[in-house]
């Protein structure tokens, strides 16, 4: 079944910097785009970056652009999410997401916290 597990976040100072992870299992993961979204306290679970199968065309929203990056590892089936000069705005759970067959499947988050 479709697996996907997220490590990196924690607590960092405004102006850090992160590397998230995305290990997954279960799917053809070179075949498939792949997403990050982020959740903050009583907010809704927005996009953050996206990543296509080849890793040659990437996405942002407009809150993180120039300052995350995502990037893949087609061998170690992993998706990483760069984030630099982080804001306490950035605060939030933090998951990654396939869409295999019409059907997404979510990881269990990451936490993310920005001290300002």
């Known amino acids: 079944q479709v697996q996907l597990v997220e490590s990196g976040g924690g607590l960092v100072q405004a102006g850090g910097s992160l590397r998230l992870s995305c290990a997954a299992s279960g799917f053809t993961f070179s075949t498939y785009a792949m997403y990050w979204f982020r959740q903050a306290p009583g907010k809704e679970r927005e996009f953050v970056a996206s990543?296509?199968?080849?890793?040659?065309?990437?996405s942002y929203a407009d809150s993180v652009k120039g300052r995350f990056t995502i990037s893949r590892d087609n061998a170690k089936k992993t998706v990483y999410l760069h984030m630099n000069s982080l804001e306490a705005e950035d605060t939030a759970v933090y998951y990654c997401k396939a869409r295999v067959t019409n059907t997404d499947y979510w990881g269990q988050g990451t936490q993310v916290t920005v001290s300002s």
């Open positions: 990543i296509i199968w080849s890793g040659r065309m990437t």
